[in-house]
């Protein structure tokens, strides 16, 4: 079974930083899609970046390209997202979630796309 646990958040003042970490367990799968998503109150979950199996592309949302960098350490299972430059608009729930048999594009604007998700993680960003 694959679990997904998130650490990492936290209260930051704006222009700060923080590291989010997803460790994973159980993905035994060959073509999957990881993904950092977020959801603020009152909003839909948004697709942050993600990582395809297929070839290791990387996709960022506009909302965060250039100050947002995931990357993933495969002897720890574990993958990262990197938050500079934090916003308080950046303030959400994040979520790593995995989709099987699907890539980057066809997935990160579909989170029904995803069987497997973490209990999630709180940023919050002052002003």
């Known amino acids: 079974e694959v679990q997904l646990v998130e650490s990492g958040g936290g209260l930051v003042q704006a222009g700060g930083s923080l590291r989010l970490s997803c460790a994973a367990s159980g993905l035994t799968f060959d073509d999957y899609a990881i993904t950092w998503f977020r959801q603020a109150p009152g909003k839909g979950r948004e697709g942050v970046s993600c990582i395809s199996s297929r070839d290791d592309s990387t996709y960022y949302a506009d909302s965060v390209k250039g100050r947002f960098t995931m990357s993933s350490d495969n002897a720890k299972n574990t993958v990262y997202l990197q938050l500079n430059s934090l916003e308080p608009e950046d303030t959400a729930v994040y979520y790593c979630?995995?989709?099987?048999?699907?890539?980057?594009?066809?997935?990160?604007?579909?989170?029904?796309?995803?069987?497997?998700w973490g209990q999630g993680t709180q940023v919050t960003v002052s002003s």
């Open positions: 979630a995995v989709a099987v048999k699907i890539d980057c594009l066809q997935s990160v604007r579909r989170p029904p796309s995803y069987r497997y």
